[in-house]
T-cell receptor, first 116, second 110 residues
Framework: AQSVSQHNHHVILSEAASLELGCNYSYGGTVNLFWYVQYPGQHLQLLLKYFSGDPLVKGIKGFEAEFIKSKFSFNLRKPSVQWSDTAEYFCAVNFMTTDSWGKLQFGAGTQVVVTP | ETGVTQSPTHLIKTRGQQVTLRCSSQSGHNTVSWYQQALGQGPQFIFQYYREEENGRGNFPPRFSGLQFPNYSSELNVNALELDDSALYLC?????????FGPGTRLTVL
């Protein structure tokens, strides 16, 4: 069965530090990949997505992610975080099986806390 | 804001009762999906509706059912509520394979 795993459940870092969140999935076929963010008290927002093409994708708020097909990974990065990046981050995968279009499987999420 | 709205915001029910949650999709989106997000977990796919037909279902029992209307708005119905149904219920409308989420309905079952 397909699965999505996020490596860290909680990350605490200081402002200006670099952030990298890991996401791995298990499936040998085609995938569409997403990172969503949930700020405190707000709804899930799309940070970035990968469908095809350049495996390095840039999203909103200075985030980027790299798809490494050989490692089944889609890690999220930001070179320098701000206090406002405190949020929960979710990796989500659409496993492109029959009739799977638009159906997402999420990781458990990573709570990121940025201290001033 | 995504343009996806959900009602109500919060709801408290008792075990055995039935509940209906509502979602209005973003304009132009004909596909709506529902997800359950338990505390401390990622959202789990319940089912998807496309042009008023159920188009795939996750690992949820039949007491979870839904509808989609001609204007693409949707309802999620849960019968015979159990304590474990307490969660945030998210609606997402999608276009071109990308899902946009509403704010959710927080359901508490006592």
């Amino acid at each position: 069965a397909q699965s999505v795993s996020q490596h860290n459940h909680h990350v605490i870092l200081s402002e200006a530090a670099s952030l990298e969140l890991g996401c791995n999935y298990s499936y040998g076929g085609t995938v569409n990949l997403f990172w969503y963010v949930q700020y405190p008290g707000q709804h899930l927002q799309l940070l970035l997505k990968y469908f095809s093409g350049d495996p390095l994708v840039k999203g909103i708020k200075g985030f980027e992610a790299e798809f490494i097909k050989s490692k089944f990974s889609f890690n999220l990065r930001k070179p320098s975080v701000q206090w406002s990046d405190t949020a929960e981050y979710f990796c989500a995968v659409n496993f492109m099986t029959t009739d799977s279009w638009g159906k997402l499987q999420f990781g458990a999420g990573t709570q990121v806390v940025v201290t001033p | 804001e995504t343009g996806v709205t959900q009602s109500p915001t919060h709801l408290i029910k008792t075990r055995g009762q039935q509940v209906t949650l509502r979602c209005s999709s973003q304009s132009g989106h004909n596909t709506v999906s529902w997800y359950q997000q338990a505390l401390g977990q990622g959202p789990q796919f319940i089912f998807q509706y496309y042009r008023e037909e159920e188009n795939g279902r996750g690992n949820f029992p039949p007491r979870f059912s839904g509808l989609q209307f001609p204007n693409y708005s949707s309802e999620l119905n849960v019968n015979a509520l159990e304590l474990d149904d307490s969660a945030l219920y998210l609606c997402a409308s999608s276009f071109g394979g990308t899902s946009f989420f509403g704010p959710g309905t927080r359901l508490t079952v006592l």
